[in-house]
């Protein structure tokens, strides 16, 4: 199928910078349009060509992907996985250099109420932590900050930015790494003893389900459990 986009819609974006978080997951990195402003938890229509070969745009090498920089980073970035068999936008992505262009546009937030005086737990499957990172970066930027709990589950125990996040202050935030179902919902109890956080949730509409479910049976309020709604 056949999509055709007006140039003036979308917005150039530069590469500089491909790193792999982790086997098969890379992290691309782009310089920041004067025109372009986001805020933590927001999303982006990419589309992996920059239209040198004419007008006409593949559906296919387009997708909505989450930001994960926080624009007080200067950089604006997206973590994706790239796995055997990739569709025709993620074998574009594999072809890209630093130096390369692709385009985006519709940036939009799909996660609201991104700032309370609550303390926070951050609940996420696999590279859905991409949502959650530039949320996280927001509260610990706050001069009255709040204790956040983050939560990541992999089963292939390869977690994004596993490094980056233990190394933020301890006195503010406590990261559970975990590769099965049994040590999620630990990790999710350790947090129940405080009624006063809320939860933010992304990953599959099966795990949000199920993860916004448990949390309901246990006495979370629903006003107090935000998903990233797509």
């Known amino acids: 199928m056949i999509t055709y986009f007006v140039r003036k819609i979308t917005t150039s974006l530069k590469v500089t910078k491909i790193i792999e978080e982790a086997p098969n997951t890379f992290t691309f990195k782009f310089e920041v349009p004067n025109n372009i402003k986001w805020e933590p938890g927001a999303y982006a229509h990419f589309i992996s060509s920059d239209f040198k070969s004419g007008q006409k745009m593949i559906k296919g090498l387009m997708r909505e992907l989450s930001i994960m920089t926080h624009p007080s980073e200067n950089e604006l970035g997206f973590t994706t996985r790239?796995?055997?068999?990739?569709?025709?936008?993620?074998?574009?992505?594999?072809?890209?250099?630093?130096?390369?262009?692709?385009?985006?546009?519709?940036?939009?937030n799909h996660i609201k109420n991104v700032n309370?005086?609550?303390p926070i737990v951050l609940i996420s499957m696999g590279v859905g932590i991409a949502t959650l990172r530039p949320i996280l970066l927001e509260?610990?930027?706050n001069t009255k900050k709040v204790f956040i709990t983050n939560i990541n589950i992999d089963g292939s125990g390869f977690f994004v930015y596993k490094e980056e996040l233990d190394n933020l202050p301890k006195?503010?935030?406590?990261?559970h790494f975990v590769k099965n179902r049994n040590?999620?919902?630990?990790?999710?109890?350790?947090?129940l003893?405080?009624?006063e956080n809320v939860y933010y949730?992304?990953?599959?509409?099966?795990?949000?389900?199920?993860?916004g479910n448990y949390l309901l049976k246990t006495g979370v309020h629903k006003k107090s459990i935000v998903f990233d709604k797509r």
């Open 193 to 195: 003893t405080n009624m």
């Open 82 to 108: 790239i796995r055997e068999n990739p569709s025709d936008f993620k074998k574009a992505l594999q072809n890209l250099n630093v130096g390369d262009e692709i385009r985006c546009f519709k940036i939009a």
């Open 171 to 175: 006195a503010y935030i406590k990261n």
């Open 139 to 141: 509260y610990l930027s």
């Open 201 to 211: 949730i992304v990953g599959s509409s099966a795990f949000n389900k199920a993860i």
């Open 116 to 118: 309370n005086n609550k």
């Open 183 to 191: 040590d999620l919902y630990q990790a999710i109890d350790e947090t």
